[in-house]
């Protein structure tokens, strides 16, 4: 079992940056390709980015490639979303989330465990 949790959100305004980190607890962390997804009121939760076991492959969504940077650390068990360039249509709570597997990693069914989410508010 994976346990994860989000810091890092907060308010920021259009054109600046934060960086979200997601804590994993368990051994087995490295085995997990990891994905972050978004949700904003009255949406539904949006695919972000994902990064494979070892980091060596990253995926975006076309909404945030060229802004968004996903990057792991296996040994201290971390994820890290790099967010530059905020826009106010990125306002959202964001999750973290482990899939044992990459094969359906673009869509929120392919994790397997979540985090609680952290509030990301980008103001114009």
């Known amino acids: 079992q994976v346990q994860l949790v989000e810091s890092g959100g907060g308010l920021v305004q259009a054109g600046g940056s934060l960086r979200l980190s997601c804590a994993a607890s368990g051994r087995t962390f490295s085995s997990y390709a990891m994905g972050w997804f978004r949700q904003a009121p009255g949406t539904e939760r949006e695919f972000v980015g994902a990064?494979?076991?070892?980091?060596?492959?990253?995926w975006y969504a076309d909404s945030v490639k060229g802004r968004f940077t996903i990057s792991r650390d296996n040994a201290k068990n971390t994820v890290d979303l790099q967010m530059n360039s905020l826009k106010p249509a990125d306002t959202a709570v964001y999750y973290c989330?482990?899939?044992?597997?990459?094969?359906?990693?673009?869509?929120?069914?392919?994790?397997?465990?979540w985090g609680q989410g952290t509030q990301v508010t980008v103001s114009s």
């Open positions: 990064i494979t076991w070892n980091g060596g492959t990253t």
């Open positions: 989330a482990a899939a044992s597997s990459p094969s359906r990693i673009g869509v929120d069914v392919g994790y397997d465990y």
